[in-house]
């Protein structure tokens, strides 16, 4: 079955970096519709960057020209890059991903994602 799992969450103060990944199994990452969400507590999950069988991608208002999501087709694995981060990026951060037979419509909305992660953390904070 499909398994997604991320890593790289951390502690960071604001301006500072972070990548995260997320291993995907029984997924073909480079032919996948994939996405990264995340949730701040006491917050809805929120889209934050999107990726489409074709490398197009889409980024929420909030984080575009500080984020870059991208994916190594070989290794199977998305990533995330967060530059310039902020306080206000604070939160769990998931992958997701959308299921074969469902479009990938470009719009970073829960309910099209099929399959999740368990979330990594990330700080933000002096």
């Known amino acids: 079955h499909v398994q997604l799992v991320e890593s790289g969450g951390a502690s960071v103060q604001p301006g500072g970096s972070l990548r995260l990944s997320c291993q995907v199994s029984?997924?073909?990452?480079?032919?996948?519709?994939m996405a990264w969400f995340r949730q701040a507590q006491g917050k809805e999950r929120e889209g934050v960057a999107q990726i489409t069988p074709p490398g197009r991608t889409r980024y929420a208002r909030s984080v575009k020209d500080r984020f870059t999501i991208s994916r190594d087709g070989d290794k199977d694995i998305l990533y995330l890059q967060m530059d310039r981060l902020k306080p206000e990026d604070t939160g769990v951060y998931f992958c997701?991903?959308?299921?074969?037979?469902?479009?990938?419509?470009?719009?970073?909305?829960?309910?099209?994602?099929?399959?999740w992660g368990q979330g990594t953390q990330v700080i933000v904070s002096s």
């Open positions: 029984q997924y073909a990452v480079k032919n996948g519709c």
């Open positions: 997701a991903a959308v299921h074969w037979t469902d479009p990938c419509t470009g719009r970073l909305l829960e309910n099209e994602y099929s399959y």
